[in-house]
């Protein structure tokens, strides 16, 4: 599986790149998205509060309309999507290396 995986960063190093670059872009915008969400939930959930109604909000019901499956509510989810950048930045940055062995040949 490794090596297959090698062949093809090395015969397609500019393409893992992008793939990685996508990945990590991917995760940074998610995590963005979370933390907006949380922000508002807890916005929300103080006005809510404040007026003696029930301070349970989601982001369903914070961004009606949308959807928000792939947006992290949790901690698990932000662990996730960090993995999800971490691997995205390590393939982007062997690709860089083995673009850069490629081109010393």
Known sequence: MVDELTEVLYQHPE?????G????????????????????TAA???????????AEY????????MWTWWIPESLAGF???AAVGAAGLLLARAAKKVQKLLRAL
Do not use: N
Request: charged content about 5%; aromatic content about 6%; proline content about 4%.
């Open 21 to 40: 670059a996508a990945l990590f872009s991917a995760a940074g915008l998610a995590t963005i998205a979370g933390l907006y969400v949380k922000v508002g």
């Open 15 to 19: 393409d893992c790149r992008a793939c």
């Open 44 to 54: 929300v959930s103080i006005a809510t509060s404040i007026a003696g109604q029930p």
């Open 79 to 81: 662990l996730l999507y």
């Open 58 to 65: 989601g982001a369903a019901q914070l961004l009606p309309g």
